[in-house]
């Protein structure tokens, strides 16, 4: 058990080597603690050719942990070079933990999950976002309401249905079965049952949202009203990681 | 340097290409080069030489046939020419000793005849001229047979029967010479394989289109070539040969006086398999540098990299008895990762990271920097965010922060 751990560890490391090589290069990593911790100054580089030559869009200290549960488990990214100021409003958490994504819908809604993609797609827009928020006040993505609510309006892109969280939570319900129940109401409220009405649909959206996706992602909307304290599992895998 | 006026460099580009120039045989020495080769070719095969019935053919092989040679560091007009000295005879006509007799008698009367100051070195496998005018070369000439057979065989046996029947390649093998082995001094069917030029076939062939594809501009602006075939090879430059030539340099400066760096063999070869047609060399760099590595078979354990023209012949072989060429291989390829990485993405074209000077080294570097544009208006670089901003959004990419 220990070996495949290590082998997996040693998997994730040479990936992540292999997408840092030459594009990041102010970017190191290494094995810590079960962990690949890349540290070091991560750079947002334009895909404009003749920007490029002008060199970097922007530079953030950071250090992003890598679970080898990847892509399962989020990264944990932590901007240390206080450049942003860690507050809400800027999706910073006061230990300097950044909140770059609503991890199910990234992973629900892009076939390619893989560690480069991550760097390109999430890492790359948060802190290029932070960086143009410096400057003109604008997230140029937009950004998602805190707690619930953000999470809220995630799953809704996700599932491509109304913002209602009983609607969203019966969808979950629905794809969190290891197969369709045909005999179930519709979830569009049309009073037949699934089979005679958006059978097709829901087939669609579980290659999306597999029953796995659909247990978590249920569990993450109605732990905020289970626990008043508003900490998520979710909150405590990335708190037991507080050790780096 | 071919550069005509200062100040003309104005992207990492083209500061690349000057630096390549400026590492690269001159093309009046490359001449003269092909001057001497040609020269002594013509000794060997003159009328009262002794190996003449066997219609000697002397041709290069190494970096100087792959267009990939280089300066040592310093920049002095030093370069090592690998030559082949090639007897039509077989196995049963020479013993390994003879045959590197044969051709050494004429090759130390053709240093006498030419007041050559040192007489010619008899090595392991290669004689040794060493001309001491203001052309430095070092020519190591390998005397050698042809040996398509022999190798068409070892390839079928060893199963790698497509290889085998590509004529091409195996009529290209030769049989050499090695004074450590024991059985140098009798006649034996058992000698060392090589086939340099088949090599430099695989090479040619990695970069097949972006060859043709020099090689016509340059005869749409030279009246000489009426053909793309009639352009040789030596007449282009590609950004695959210029990239090897830039790492290659790297190699040097970080191992001069070392041993065990990493050999040029092998930086060609994992550099041949890792190129996709990129047409520039700073695209072709980024590949080189990201790929290499994973080309290498078994990289945790007794590594392979096979000659791709023979398979059987590992060449990391001796990686195994030395870790330490191992290692310094990798040590290499990170930095140099590293050291491109930073000039290439992290800076602008004008501010060249020291990092990269030091494995450039500083006195080329100080040839190149005059050249290099000061400073341009430079376009208010804030706006380089939200121009890609609106990139990522376009193609459907963007994410939003959200806070638990
Ligand atoms: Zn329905």
């Not at chain 1, 990593?29 to 540290?39: D, G, P, R």
């Not at chain 2, 060392?192 to 749409?220: D, T």
């Not at chain 2, 006086?257 to 040029?264: A, D, L, Q, R, Y």
């Not at chain 2, 190129?275 to 078994?298: A, D, Q």
């Amino acid at each position: 058990m220990a070996q495949v751990r290590e082998k997996q560890l040693q998997q994730l490391l040479s990936t992540v080597k292999s997408v840092i090589a030459f594009d990041q290069p102010k970017l190191s990593a290494v094995i810590k603690n079960n962990h690949v911790i890349v540290e070091g100054c991560f750079s947002i580089v334009s895909t404009n050719d003749s920007h490029k030559k002008h060199g970097v869009i922007a530079e953030f200290l950071v250090k992003i942990i890598f679970s080898p549960l990847y892509p399962t488990d989020e990264p944990r990214v932590l901007e240390t070079g206080n450049c942003i100021k860690h507050t809400l409003d800027n999706h910073i958490n006061t230990d300097g933990s950044c909140c770059i994504v609503v991890w199910e819908e990234w992973i629900t809604t892009n076939s390619d999950n893989s560690v480069q993609a991550y760097f390109d797609g999430p890492l790359k827009n948060f802190f290029l976002s932070q960086h143009i928020k410096k400057t003109t006040g604008e997230w140029p993505f937009g950004e998602y309401p805190h707690g619930k609510e953000g999470l809220l309006d995630a799953f809704t892109n996700v599932l491509e249905c109304s913002k209602n969280e009983t609607k969203v939570l019966y969808l979950l319900r629905i794809l969190s079965k290891d197969r369709l129940r045909g005999h179930w109401n519709c979830p569009c409220k049309s009073g037949k049952t699934i089979r005679k009405c958006c059978l097709d649909d829901l087939v669609r959206l579980r290659t999306k949202v597999p029953s796995k996706m659909a247990q978590i992602m249920s569990n993450r909307l109605q732990s905020y009203d289970r626990k008043k304290g508003n900490i998520s599992s979710h909150d405590k895998i990335t708190a037991k990681q507080g050790q780096f | 340097m071919t550069q005509k006026n200062s100040n003309q460099l104005n992207s990492h580009e083209a500061v690349l290409k000057a630096i390549v120039e400026a590492i690269d045989i001159p093309k009046s020495l490359d001449q003269i080069a092909r001057d001497r080769y040609a020269s002594i070719g013509r000794w060997l095969d003159r009328d009262n030489s002794g190996i003449r019935q066997f219609d000697p053919e002397i041709y290069p092989q190494g970096s100087f046939l792959l267009g990939t040679v280089i300066r040592p560091v310093g920049d002095a007009d030093e370069f090592d020419i690998d030559l082949v000295c090639t007897l039509k005879g077989t196995k049963n006509d020479f013993t390994m000793s003879s045959l590197k007799v044969s051709v050494g008698e004429e090759i130390k009367s053709y240093a006498k005849k030419n007041g050559f100051i040192k007489e010619p070195e008899d090595g392991r496998r290669c004689w040794t001229l060493e001309y001491s005018d203001k052309a430095n070369f070092h020519m190591d000439i390998l005397p050698a047979l042809p040996n398509a057979e022999q190798y068409r065989l070892m390839l079928e046996e060893s199963g790698h029967t497509i290889l085998a029947t590509d004529e091409k390649i195996s009529e290209k093998a030769i049989a050499i010479t090695d004074k450590t082995l024991d059985n140098f001094d009798i006649y034996s069917d058992d000698w060392p394989v090589s086939n340099p030029k088949g090599f430099a076939i695989w090479f040619k062939s990695c970069q097949a289109n972006v060859l043709n594809e020099r090689k016509q501009l340059l005869m749409e602006s030279d009246v000489m070539y009426a053909s793309v075939d009639q352009v040789p090879d030596h007449k282009v430059k590609t950004p695959l040969q210029q990239a090897i030539q830039l790492l290659k340099r790297h190699r040097d400066s970080m191992f001069d006086g070392k041993e065990n760096k990493p050999i040029s063999v092998i930086i060609t070869t994992l550099a041949g398999h890792s190129y996709n047609n990129e047409t520039t060399i700073t695209e072709t760099l980024r590949s080189l540098l990201k790929n290499m590595g994973g080309f290498i078979i078994n990289p945790e354990g007794e590594s392979w990299i096979p000659n791709p023209v023979n398979p059987i012949e590992n060449f990391a072989d001796k990686w195994k008895e030395t870790p330490e060429k191992k290692q310094n291989f990798l040590k290499w390829l990170e930095k140099a990762q590293r050291d491109f990485g930073l000039y290439l993405v992290s800076n602008n074209y004008r501010d060249i990271p020291e990092e990269l000077k030091e494995s450039i080294t500083q006195e080329t570097m100080s040839n190149v920097l005059p050249l290099i544009v000061a400073s341009v208006s430079t376009p208010a670089i804030i706006s380089f965010g939200e121009a890609e901003a609106a990139t990522i959004i376009s193609k459907g990419g963007a994410t939003k922060p959200w806070r638990k």
